[in-house]
């Protein structure tokens, strides 16, 4: 369903700017939306949700699919390319309470109250905050969690990404939202990426007018300091960034699994280039994935580069054996 919502939202943007198009949507499941009964740290990588999708990009079946950029990997298989970062929904956590627990927040929980999440990134994070909290797996889409968490008394609350509450128009259900301080995010999270055959220039084009500037630069550096840092699914890797004045920053985290072990830095840099005229040879450089035409270059260079230099500071000061061990300890469990 949330799914559909966000190709919706993508087909409307196009129809108001391309009114003389006929858009068909063709609706797919993949291997992720089909394993319900394993962590997805488990399974292995993001392609869990995108490969279905992008073989029948490949077979010219459909032009264009719409993902959650969180679910694309900082390497895309050669011939795609994301054409359009849509203007972020909000990007943080939210904490949704099982009705007995209406009206509180985590730090009010009762001890050893169970807590729902599928994601490494948000129990080590709240593992660390909240030590009273036990934290549990739960998988399924938001409707199959929210049905476990209202149906059952197995969980006191499920920690959900504010805009799919939101895109789903479930905001009432949203108890907390978790701060910075509380949790960093995921890369990408909160934008919709459209990705399209690299070589289609036409439809390539059509789609760059979806380009927001500030999403784009924002999950470059996300995307750039999570590919430098060989994060994927099966590691607590986090980010928060922030375009203001010209300036990017970028605040990223590793994490052990329990929280215990963490490294945190905050870096920034000018973003602020005039678009030049960039048409030749090399108008389909990719960063990181992203091929953005309507973004000055240099800006997208300098998102790039402090997203690795951030990855390379946190590398310094010991983020690799952080990240080895959560891996070894999480192909263990």
Not at 114 to 134: C, D, Y
Not at 149 to 166: H, N, P, T
Not at 194 to 214: F, P, T, Y
Request: hydrophobic share 40%; aromatic share 4%.
């Amino acid at each position: 369903q949330l799914a559909r919502i966000q190709t919706d939202s993508v087909v409307e943007m196009l129809r108001e700017l391309y009114p003389e198009l006929r858009y068909e949507i063709v609706a797919m499941s993949t291997t992720g939306d089909k394993i319900l009964d394993t962590a997805l740290s488990k399974i292995g990588e993001k392609s869990l949700f995108t490969k279905e999708l992008e073989n029948a990009l490949e077979r010219n079946e459909v032009d264009l699919v719409v993902h959650s950029l969180k679910d694309l990997p900082t390497s895309l298989p050669p011939g795609f390319t994301i054409g359009a970062v849509c203007k972020r929904e909000n990007p943080h956590d939210a904490v949704v309470f099982h009705p007995k627990s209406t009206g509180k927040t985590l730090s009010l929980l009762p001890e050893k109250s169970v807590i729902g999440t599928s994601s490494l990134r948000r129990a080590a994070q709240l593992k660390k905050k909240f030590p009273h909290l036990e934290f549990r797996d739960i998988r399924g889409n938001l409707n199959t969690r929210l049905k476990k968490l209202d149906e059952k008394e197995d969980f006191s609350a499920i920690i959900l990404a504010a805009a799919g509450l939101k895109r789903m128009g479930w905001e009432n259900r949203i108890g907390q939202i978790l701060s910075p301080e509380d949790c960093l995010y995921a890369v990408g999270q909160g934008a919709l990426a459209v990705e399209v055959r690299a070589k289609d220039q036409k439809i390539l084009n059509m789609v760059s007018a979806l380009h927001d500037g500030e999403t784009v630069l924002c999950c470059i550096a996300e995307r750039a300091f999570m590919k430098h840092l060989e994060g994927g699914c099966s590691v607590p890797v986090a980010v928060n960034s922030m375009l203001k004045d010209g300036q990017l920053y970028l605040t990223g985290a590793v994490y052990s699994l329990d929280g215990s072990d963490s490294l945190k830095e905050t870096m920034q840099t000018c973003v602020n280039y005039p678009q030049q005229n960039e048409d030749g040879p090399n108008d389909d450089v990719q960063h990181v994935g992203i091929t953005a035409k309507t973004v000055p270059r240099q800006a997208q260079q300098a998102a790039e580069s402090l997203g690795v230099e951030l990855a390379s500071l946190l590398q310094s000061k010991g983020a690799k054996h952080i990240l080895s061990v959560a891996r070894q300890l999480n192909d263990a469990r």
